[in-house]
């Protein structure tokens, strides 16, 4: 069973710190999705990767696919209050082995 | 959330009574999947929906759940004598071809089972 693991699951900064979490796994991904799902609302996809290495850029946050293509990052550099909210990572089609995701706090 | 529309956004049932989630794709989506979030947990794949056909429903419970996407109107997923461990939001998403995994959702459903 593929299971998709992520850390830390809860993640509390200041304004304009840098921090990073993970997204790991035994198993190979064909592709992986990183989503931000706020309180009471449905999750919105923020990037895709699929390529071993792959790094992808969205403004101030960075992914990266790992080469194995068992893992990936997520890294926001000096984080904003509006960074807040809970990132999950998914992955292998429309069944999308889901992780359980890292609440992240940035506190003005 | 890209225009999936999902109603109601709260519910409230008793033991025993019937929930019915409703969901309207994104304009020109055809393909529709509904997952379960428990709280503090990712979601659960539940099923796969075509117009008129069931793609994949392993995800849904053989018992008391059944999920339909008519020729015409939204998707209903349908959870008939409700236990408190019903208790979920409910997402919806759809994608305009059978999706890698970039979906598209609505704000969800949360019912809660008294």
């Known amino acids: 069973t593929q299971l998709l693991e992520q850390s830390p699951q809860f993640l509390s900064i200041q304004e304009g710190e840098n921090l990073t979490v993970y997204c790991n796994s035994s198993s190979v991904f064909s592709s992986l999705q990183w989503y931000r799902q706020e309180p009471g609302e449905g999750p919105v996809l923020l990037v895709t990767?699929?390529?071993g290495g792959e790094v992808k850029k969205l403004k101030r946050l960075t992914f990266q696919f790992g080469d194995a293509r068992k893992d990936s990052s997520l890294h926001i550099t000096a984080a904003q209050p509006g960074d807040t909210g809970l990132y999950l990572c998914a992955g292998e089609g429309y069944q999308l082995i889901w992780g359980a995701g890292t609440k992240l706090i940035i506190k003005p | 959330n890209a225009g999936v529309m999902q109603n109601p956004r709260h519910l409230v049932r008793r033991r025993g009574q019937e929930a019915r989630l409703r969901c309207s794709p994104m304009k020109g989506h055809s393909h529709v999947y509904w997952y379960r979030q428990l709280p503090e947990e990712g979601l659960k794949f539940m099923v796969y929906l075509q117009k008129e056909n069931i793609i994949d429903e392993s995800g849904m419970p053989k018992e008391r759940f059944s999920a339909e996407f008519p020729k015409e109107g939204p998707s209903i997923l349908r959870i008939q004598q409700v236990v408190r461990g019903d208790s979920a939001a409910y997402f919806c998403a759809s994608s305009y071809v059978q999706t890698s995994g970039e979906l598209f959702f609505g704000e969800g459903s949360r019912l809660t089972v008294l």
């Open positions: 990767v699929v390529t």
